[in-house]
């Protein structure tokens, strides 16, 4: 029952990417090197109750929660992208309720200069 209650809601499409060495930029920067590792549906939900206040505690107000259908391997050190916005990874919850059926993906939004 709760995977197709997952599943109904699975209404955004986000790809996950992980860094790939270092290339150098116009200006001589060495900046990182992302390539894509997964493209999955998920869900964005709203962090509520003690989860919000545990991210506004350490001042990350733009802090999102996104459930996936089970999938091992997604790490934090990866990010995340989704409508075109960048995510860092804060937190990855394998396995939510030990049945193989979710992992929540707990992710910072960056902010871009300019």
Avoid at 41 to 70: C, D, H, K, M
């Amino acid at each position: 029952m709760a995977t197709k209650l997952l599943v109904n809601r699975l209404n955004r499409r986000i790809t996950f990417q992980k860094q790939d060495g270092f290339t150098t930029n116009d200006e001589g920067i060495s900046v990182p090197n992302w390539v894509d590792h997964a493209t999955v549906w998920a869900s964005r939900r709203p962090l509520r109750g003690r989860e919000f206040f545990a991210a506004a505690a350490v001042n990350a107000e733009n802090t999102v929660r996104y459930e996936i259908r089970y999938r091992p391997g997604i790490t934090p050190d990866m990010r995340l992208l989704d409508s075109g916005r960048t995510y860092s990874i804060s937190a990855v919850l394998e396995d939510v309720y030990g049945d193989r059926t979710q992992t929540h993906v707990m992710a910072l939004e960056e902010l871009r200069n300019g």
